[in-house]
Each structure stands twice: as structure tokens, then as C-alpha cells.
């Protein structure tokens, strides 16, 4: 297959990282198939789609997708400190969502009841996760309480499209 397409052959080079002192291969073998992302360079740009906080005994929405829109989240983050008097049940606090009509666990944190603590985690998804419009995503806390205090925090990475 003869690339003759400057264009094409300058993107190829540039995403395969070569120089203009490695050359370019002219001609690929027939089993080598080119292939060449389309998607507009500034729909990729990881954004901090929402950040909240809560201290309310609750679990609240952290961001809802849009009308129209589609969402791909390629990370979060999420943050907790209780007090030692808390007694929310041992669990986990997570940010949590549907896809594909199952409730999925984005990340989630381990609680102890009773117990002073403080803790904090961050996942980078290789592959982002598409969420369609009107999908909630959540900031769930363990298990409810009724004394003592408890603060979280998450965080929403990622990148919206308008749906097609």
C-alpha cells in the first residue's frame, strides 16, 4: 500500500514519534494496515468535571451528565476524615454510578466505626468510561450516623461530547 497523502504521513509520524532523520516508511507491507484516530484533539482534554464536598449524613450526587451529552470519566478521586465519636458502621465510602444498567464502584475507601480517620485515593481509568446523559454519579457514604462528624470529598475527571 502506497501512502500518498502528506497530511496522513505527517500525523502517522508525528504520533509514532519519528524523526525526519528516521525517514518514513513510503510503502507498507499488504498485511499492515494504517489506522488513524478521527476524534477532534480538544474533545481529549481531562477536565475537573465537578468537584464536591459534603458533610451531610447523605449520599449525594456529585454531577449529572447532561442532556445531549455524552461524559467519558477517566478518573476521580475521593477523600474522607471522620471523627473517633462517629458511629458510621465500618464499609465503605465510594463514588458509584450505572453503566450499561449496572451500578458500578468507581473507587471506593474502607471505614471503621468508632475509629479516627483519614484517607484518600486516586484511579486513572486507561480506558475512559462512557456515561450517557441523565447518569448520576455519587458520593455514597458507608453506612448513616448518628454522632460524631464525617467530611468527603470527590473529585470527577474526564471529558463530555455532544451525543450524536
Request: net charge neutral; charged share 20%; hydrophobic share 40%.
Amino acid at each position: 500500500m502506497q501512502i500518498q497523502n502528506e497530511d496522513a504521513t505527517r500525523i502517522i509520524r508525528e504520533q509514532a514519534k519519528l524523526t525526519l532523520s528516521e525517514g518514513f516508511p513510503q510503502v507498507l507491507l499488504p498485511n499492515v494496515v494504517p489506522v488513524m484516530d478521527m476524534t477532534p484533539r480538544f474533545h481529549r482534554r481531562t477536565n475537573i468535571i465537578k468537584d464536591s464536598g459534603t458533610t451531610a449524613n447523605s449520599n449525594p450526587t456529585i454531577y449529572t451528565v447532561p442532556a445531549k451529552k455524552i461524559l467519558y470519566v477517566t478518573g476521580a478521586r475521593l477523600a474522607f476524615v471522620k471523627s473517633a465519636d462517629c458511629d458510621c458502621g465500618t464499609g465503605f465510602n465510594l463514588i458509584s454510578c450505572p453503566v450499561d444498567g449496572a451500578s458500578v464502584t468507581l473507587i471506593s475507601l474502607p471505614v471503621l466505626a468508632l475509629t479516627q480517620e483519614r484517607d484518600s485515593g486516586q484511579i486513572t481509568f486507561d480506558n475512559p468510561i462512557k456515561l450517557t446523559a441523565g447518569t448520576a454519579i455519587l458520593n455514597n457514604r458507608a453506612a448513616s450516623f448518628t454522632t460524631g462528624s464525617m467530611a468527603r470529598s470527590a473529585t470527577i475527571y474526564g471529558y463530555e461530547v455532544d451525543e450524536i
